[in-house]
């Protein structure tokens, strides 16, 4: 569930719906016998908030758009690009520095490349 927030597939909303009498006698049955008498079947019948999970819909066009730009970035071997959200800041921080200096050495080893087929 966590992913799926995470990537914005799903979200979580707010609605008030009334209970079906299925629920509600499921409802009855598991009140005490004090809860029955305080409670009525018009107050079990009035709307209920409850959060539900709802899937987004997301345009068929974004996604390959992002795909494009992945292909595109330098460094993507190495972890440009990625998400580090679920690290702490120290790791993050680190992880981050070590993506910065493979990037640098990616760009040095190309170069070199470069000169040699020259």
Do not use: C, F, Y
Not at 29 to 55: C, E, G, I, N, R
Not at 65 to 88: Q, S, Y
């Amino acid at each position: 569930m966590e992913d799926l927030v995470r990537t914005q597939d799903i979200q979580k909303v707010h609605i008030k719906r009334v209970l079906s009498p299925e629920e509600i006698e499921q409802r009855k049955a598991t009140m005490t016998k004090a809860q029955l008498k305080k409670t009525s079947d018009a107050a079990l019948s009035q709307p209920v908030s409850t959060w539900v999970w709802q899937l987004l819909d997301k345009p068929a066009k974004a996604s390959s758009l992002t795909e494009e730009k992945d292909e595109e970035v330098l460094g993507a071997e190495v972890g440009v690009g990625e998400d580090w959200g679920h690290l702490n800041k120290r790791r993050r921080r680190a992880r981050e520095e070590k993506v910065k200096k493979d990037v640098k050495w990616m760009n040095k080893v190309s170069k070199a490349r470069r000169s040699n087929t020259l």
